[in-house]
């Protein structure tokens, strides 16, 4: 079961998320993890690698957000945007999932 926001936010150092384009979370953590995350899903990090590689990052990642957030639509599915914010405060970069074979997609 996931835990509260509230909860997870109070028990650890968490200071930055990544939302879906409701404004939900979808991961919570530390500044230097949630920033490699999005740019893994923004595909930035994968700038130098085989398309295959971030179409398999991407996969992976809707597979693991499938089972944490069970009935909750994709995320990151294409035409679908995140955002890197303070937990509840400013957007930092915003990504709107475009071709999911290609590093960077639409956004």
């Known amino acids: ?23 939900e979370w979808i991961w919570l953590g530390d500044e230097a ?6 740019w ?10 085989p398309a ?3 179409a398999d990052y991407l996969a992976w990642m809707r597979h693991f957000t499938a089972l944490s957030w069970p009935g909750r639509q994709d995320p990151l599915a294409a035409g679908q945007t995140i955002e890197l914010a303070t937990i ?7 990504h709107t999932f475009g071709s999911q074979t290609a590093p960077g997609g639409a956004g």
Do not use: C, W
């Open 1 to 23: 079961m996931v835990e509260d926001k509230l909860q997870l936010v109070s028990r650890h150092a968490y200071t930055h998320e990544i939302r879906d384009n409701m404004g």
């Open 33 to 38: 993890s949630m920033a490699m995350i999005f």
């Open 40 to 49: 893994n899903l923004s595909g930035q990090n994968f700038a130098e690698r």
């Open 52 to 54: 295959t590689a971030y």
């Open 88 to 94: 509840n405060g400013e957007s930092i970069a915003r």
